[in-house]
């Protein structure tokens, strides 16, 4: 069974940094993608950064040149470091995993992609 557990979020002001942590284990397969999600009240979950097994990394639009994904050479630890944080990136952050041929047919970016969910870390970005 995989786990994902989510470490890091918090509140900060407007232009600060975090840093997110996803410890994941269980994984009977290396085939996989990690990616980080985001779901604000009210809104869709949506895709913020995502891995494949091969190391590419996509981003989404609204974080670019401001957050970066990065993982431990083991593949068990899965960071995102967030910088110039802005108040509309305030959601709930959810660490996820899912095999390469599900994310490979609706994009690396797409929830439905993923079938594995860490319990989520807030994020709080004042003016």
């Known amino acids: 069974e995989v786990q994902l557990v989510e470490t890091g979020g918090g509140s900060v002001q407007a232009g600060g940094s975090l840093t997110l942590s996803c410890v994941a284990s269980?994984?009977?397969?290396?085939?996989?993608?990690m990616a980080w999600f985001r779901q604000a009240p009210g809104k869709e979950r949506e895709g913020v950064a995502s891995i494949g097994s091969a190391g590419s990394i996509n981003y989404a639009d609204s974080v670019k040149g401001r957050f970066t994904l990065s993982q431990d050479n083991a593949r068990n630890t899965l960071y995102l470091q967030m910088n110039n944080l802005k108040p509309e990136d305030t959601a709930m952050y959810y660490c996820?995993?899912?095999?390469?041929?599900?994310?490979?047919?609706?994009?690396?970016?797409?929830?439905?992609?993923?079938?594995?969910w860490g319990q989520g870390t807030q994020v709080t970005v004042s003016p």
């Open positions: 996820a995993a899912g095999p390469t041929s599900a994310t490979l047919i609706v994009g690396p970016l797409q929830p439905a992609g993923y079938s594995d």
């Open positions: 269980g994984f009977t397969d290396k085939d996989y993608c």
